[in-house]
């Protein structure tokens, strides 16, 4: 599939592309995070706590089913045309749930704006495809890492600040000038791209692909709490899943101008790089996500200093991916770094498990931290550009989405696989109740549990956490030696370039 490539931009349009990217990257890895502190609040006001979890949930399910569609509606009418698409999505969903006066309001809001989401993740990433070499994506790649980093531990903090100092509803506000901003920035530094012969797009693809999404991700995010793991709805939303992705795949096959191309799975980078993008993000958040909760459980540290213990994660990840990618530009060879930081991360999450088994203080799992921001930020950009790199331009964007879309199932299975391995340990130690009045009311709520019981919450948390470490651990290994198999493709000069399939 030939594709014309934009005309090559300027240093100062490059620069307000690469600005307004940023931005809208920021937007969407902000809201993923810095929703959940003003839940309460929010609750408070609305009232609806028995829908609380949609609140999160909405958004989930669109900004990740609709990230495959924005990656090859932009492959057939450019990166620009869906930017603005995205970004008025997400502007209007954003002020729409400020000025909800419903939880249902709220939910549907949300649910627009994830529909904006799910575009800004992927254009982001790939617009620079649009403008920049594979040569020397990386040391932009790189930028997108760290802006994502920044976001997940910046969401929270600035989240309840905001809601502390004004109200919930700013949450949403604040949005609101970043993203004009990005879109200034995108419509003065991104040009248009040449016109090209009329494409059909396949939304019966989508919108099997959609169906089967949702089914999967409303599996992960009710199975063991709204109903058991083993009941007739479990069973059900599981043969929908399986069901709706069989005919997606079937009409991937006969569809003229398929959502994805499947031929692109005989591509090996291709196929093994998205697939490991999923193990990476999997392995990532299911032993990351209830980390803070183990530091105010067994360790007995604040919030604030939970939180604060993330931040050598964050530095080394913004350190490895600025400077690794400049190396990596330079030398026009990626896999040394990708497979540095997947053994990186790999050793880093064994060391974890291994440091909650012992019970080590606090400084130990600063370390770990640290080192598995060393190997994210050598690991996540050089994987994205591989994958660029190894696709032929006019499928630049249906690659990006690819991976984007695998990556957000990657995040959603390894929490819901790391929550059902903390639900069972805890029950099994007869520490049910206090994980749900923990659920329900936060860390608080521990110092009024007898002392047994208080016992008994930390030390099977300790041991449920180093089983998510120990899976995240082996995880990470086998993408590693996924990765050490393939074969070495040199990154490209040239923005147009095709690779031969």
Request: glycine content about 14%; overall charge positive.
């Amino acid at each position: 599939m030939a594709a014309v490539p934009p005309a090559p931009v300027s240093a100062t349009q490059l620069r307000i592309v690469l600005a307004g990217a940023l931005l809208a990257m920021l937007l969407a890895a902000l809201d993923q995070n810095i929703v959940n502190t003003a839940l309460p609040r929010m609750v408070g006001e609305l009232g609806g706590m028995a829908h609380l979890s949609w609140v999160v949930t909405a958004f989930m399910l669109t900004s990740t089913t609709t990230t495959p569609l924005y990656g090859k509606l932009s492959d057939i009418h450019g990166r620009r045309r869906l930017f603005f698409v995205a970004i008025g999505l997400f502007l209007g969903g954003s002020l729409l749930c400020g000025a909800a006066r419903s939880m249902g309001e709220l939910i549907g809001f949300r649910a627009l704006q994830g529909l904006g989401a799910g575009g800004l993740l992927v254009l982001a990433q790939a617009v620079i495809g649009d403008v920049v070499s594979p040569r020397q994506r990386p040391r932009y790649q790189g930028l997108f890492s760290g802006t994502f980093g920044l976001a997940s531990v910046a969401g929270p903090l600035l989240g309840g600040f905001i809601t502390e100092a004004l109200s919930w509803r700013w949450v949403f506000y604040v949005n609101l000038p970043i993203g004009l901003l990005a879109v200034t920035m995108i419509a003065l530094g991104l040009r248009a791209p040449p016109p090209g012969r009329a494409r059909p797009v396949d939304y019966v693809g989508a919108l099997l692909l959609t169906a089967a999404t949702a089914a999967l991700l409303l599996l992960l995010a009710w199975g063991g709490t709204e109903f058991p793991w083993a009941s007739v709805r479990s069973i059900g939303l599981g043969v929908a899943t399986a069901v709706l992705f069989g005919l997606f795949l079937w009409r991937e096959t006969g569809a003229p101008e398929p959502l994805i191309r499947l031929a692109l799975f005989r591509n090996p980078i291709f196929a093994r790089g998205v697939v490991v993008g999923g193990m990476m993000v999997f392995a990532m958040l299911g032993s990351t996500v209830f980390l803070p909760l183990y530091f105010q459980l067994v360790l007995g540290m604040s919030p604030s200093s939970a939180g604060a213990m993330t931040l050598p994660q964050v530095g080394g990840m913004v350190l490895t991916s600025v400077i690794g990618g400049r190396i990596v530009a330079r030398l026009g060879r990626n896999k040394p770094f990708l497979l540095a930081g997947l053994g990186l991360e790999a050793v880093a999450l064994a060391s974890l498990a291994l440091f909650a088994w012992l019970g080590a203080p606090p400084l130990a799992f600063l370390v770990s931290m640290g080192a598995l921001g060393l190997g994210m930020g050598m690991g996540m950009p050089n994987l994205t550009t591989a994958v660029q790199n190894a696709v032929p331009y006019g499928e630049l964007g249906a690659a990006t989405g690819a991976m984007a879309f695998l990556r957000s199932m990657g995040g959603a299975v390894g929490v819901a696989v790391s929550g059902a391995i903390l639900s069972g340990r805890l029950a099994a130690a007869g520490a049910g109740q206090g994980l749900g009045a923990l659920t329900e009311h936060g860390v608080q709520v521990l110092h009024t549990l007898p002392p047994a019981q208080q016992a008994a919450i930390a030390g099977a948390y300790r041991e449920a956490l180093m089983g998510c470490f120990l899976l995240s651990g082996l995880v990470m290994t086998l993408a590693f030696l996924l990765v050490l198999g393939l074969p070495e493709r040199r990154l490209r000069n040239e923005i147009g370039d095709a690779p031969a399939e």
